[in-house]
């Protein structure tokens, strides 16, 4: 849609001076683009638009009929990462399935250090690579630890203080990089996204030493 005052995603009042005298290139006009997601599992969902640019807009001269998606595809890369990036890191527990009081307990997850998520963004290809950057394990005893990203995926070990059943899980923080269609050039994703495992049950008991007698 044209820059002009008025004009938003559903109203289009036509050209204005702020429009068309404001790109660098002549007879080039400023358009400002807008997308929305629909939730196709609520049929009666009407999400609104927003726009998709950053800078919030992109000059188009007249033998350009559509918007340039090398311009408008890392905007949407930007605000999809997050809901793209949805893969949990399961807890695996050594020794299992009990543990005891006052030994290494080894947390580990299954979640790999990276995956890629393949996408189709206004008729282009797209792969999404997300990265583990860091994985934050939560014990159930409230205490935790944070594993810096490194060749042991995410692993780590706790020592717990009493017996009780305790909730463990672990919180990886994702970062990430692009690829479009068949440009060899690899983009970084701004910012990150947090994926939260779900909870499984550690068992923690009490070791007792007893004297017994030998036979003789």
């Known amino acids: 849609m044209p820059t002009c005052d008025g004009n938003t995603d559903a109203t289009d009042v036509g050209l204005c ?15 400002w683009a807008y997308r929305r997601v629909i939730d196709i599992r609520i049929p009666e969902a009407d999400p609104p638009f927003e726009r998709v640019l950053e800078p919030p807009f992109v000059c188009l001269g007249p033998q350009d009929p559509l918007l340039d998606p090398t311009v408008a595809i890392p905007a949407i890369v930007e605000q999809e990462f997050q809901r793209v990036v949805v893969l949990k890191g399961i807890a695996e527990v050594t020794p299992r399935p009990d543990t005891l009081v006052n030994i290494d307990t080894v947390f580990t997850t299954a979640a790999p250090a990276s995956y890629d998520i393949p996408l189709t963004i206004l008729g282009q290809s797209v792969v999404i690579t997300a990265t583990a950057d860091s994985w934050t394990w939560f014990f159930g005893d409230g205490s935790s630890t944070r594993v810096e990203a490194t060749g042991t995926a995410g692993r780590t070990t706790h020592e717990y203080a009493t017996a009780a059943a305790r909730g463990a899980y672990v919180v990886i923080e994702w970062t990430g990089t692009y ?13 990150t996204a947090t994926t939260t495992g779900d909870p499984i049950q550690v068992l923690v008991r009490q070791a007792r030493t007893e004297l017994v007698d030998q036979p003789s």
């Open 179 to 191: 690829r479009i269609g068949g440009d060899p050039q690899v983009r970084a994703v701004t910012g």
């Open 17 to 31: 001076t702020a429009a068309v005298e404001t790109c660098p290139a002549l007879d080039d006009t400023r358009y």
